[in-house]
């Protein structure tokens, strides 16, 4: 267990994603952080949907959320940097959060407590409407200098190739990829291509043998094989 990997860990689920889907990830994570430094942020559904919808607003929903669970652990280990591993979308509300600059009204400023973050399938680059709505604002508001404060890592797999010539799995890859870059027929994690998940300033990084959604009976980012494929950049 590195000196890194010993600081509290904050799990950031991704859009559509509850916190209970992460539980695994959690006992998975903690053969290399202590279990009780890691916490996953109380996200439900109806926080990104919204009641009436309102998913233009989820990302302000779920900031605050983190919001609370990042000074619930600044209090618990106030002299120690938080880790955020953050999953898909909820890569790009880490990002907005931690850039302390006001989105939609709300603006947060707990940024130093964080010393770093790692994205995983986290979409930075998207032509689709919500996302877009987070990826813009990152872009203009992200400087160089924020990476000073806070090391970013995107990690995304590699493990499928869009076509729609193949079969079943690669045409719905296709599908998925086109949604978010308007592009299909190139490699990705199932559900984000790999170039959607760059970032200028950041560490990117291409792994292998991984998927994007947290369904039983596959390897994906949050379990045992998925999280022994980034750990070292923890």
Request: with cysteine; aromatic share 12%; hydrophobic share 40%.
């Amino acid at each position: 267990m590195t000196e890194t990997a010993r600081n509290p860990v904050v799990i950031l689920p991704g859009v559509l994603f509850w916190d209970t889907l992460y539980t695994g990830m959690k006992q998975a994570l903690s053969a290399y952080v202590p279990k009780e430094k890691i916490f996953i942020v109380p996200v439900h559904v109806h926080d990104w949907i919204g009641f009436p919808p309102s998913p233009e607003r989820s990302t302000n929903r779920v900031m605050i959320k983190l919001d609370r669970t990042i000074e619930a652990v600044q209090q618990r280990y106030p002299r120690e940097k938080i880790t955020i591993v953050a999953h898909s979308g909820g890569g790009t509300v880490a990002m907005v959060y931690l850039l302390q600059e006001p989105f939609q009204g709300d603006v947060y400023h707990r940024s130093a407590s964080v010393g770093r973050m790692l994205a995983l399938g986290t979409p930075f680059n998207s032509t689709e409407q919500y996302a877009k709505i987070k990826t813009d604002f990152i872009r203009k508001n992200l400087k160089p200098g924020f990476f000073y404060g806070c090391k970013v890592v995107s990690i995304v797999s590699d493990q499928y190739t869009g076509s729609l010539k193949k079969g079943f799995v690669e045409r719905m890859c296709y599908m998925f990829y086109k949604n978010v870059t308007g592009e299909g027929a190139v490699a990705g994690d199932g559900i984000v291509p790999v170039k959607s998940c760059f970032l200028k300033g950041a560490e990117n990084v291409t792994i292998s043998g991984i998927e994007h959604l947290p369904t039983p009976h596959t390897s994906w980012y949050g379990t045992k094989e998925g999280i022994e494929k980034w750990i070292r950049w923890l």
